[in-house]
């Protein structure tokens, strides 16, 4: 059974950074893409995703160049730093893992089989 658990949320000021973490267990990491999405009105946002391996990386508009995806397989981990923050940034971040479809839809959280409880991160201005 594959269970994911999101940590590294809270509060945090405006301008500052952070890092969540997402541990896997029971997944085949190496053939898992790993994403973070975040809780918007309506629909889970999607913000980055890395490759099995950590060879690819994608990032959506709204977070590029703030922020960085990477993973240590060895430890089933996978990270998020965003960087700087704004109040906007304030929501439950999740991170999903998806071991059967292709690489061109990253981008739809309901291609993922697998999601975590989710860790809140409040920007404070």
């Known amino acids: 059974q594959v269970h994911l658990v999101e940590s590294g949320g809270g509060l945090v000021q405006a301008g500052g950074a952070l890092r969540l973490a997402c541990v896997a267990s029971?997944?085949?990491?190496?053939?898992?893409?790993l994403a973070w999405f975040r809780q918007a009105p309506g629909e889970r946002e999607f913000l980055a995703v890395i490759s099995g391996r950590g060879a690819l990386t994608y990032y959506a508009d709204s977070v590029k160049g703030r922020c960085n995806i990477s993973r240590d397989n060895a430890i089933d981990t996978v990270y998020l730093q965003l960087n700087p923050l704004k109040p906007g940034d304030t929501t439950v971040y999740y991170c999903?893992?998806?071991?059967?479809?292709?690489?061109?839809?990253?981008?739809?959280?309901?291609?993922?089989?697998?999601w975590g409880q989710g860790t809140q991160v409040t920007v404070s201005s």
């Open positions: 029971g997944l085949n990491m190496n053939a898992a893409k």
């Open positions: 999903p893992a998806d071991v059967s479809d292709p690489w061109s839809q990253m981008r739809i959280a309901s291609t993922y089989d697998y």
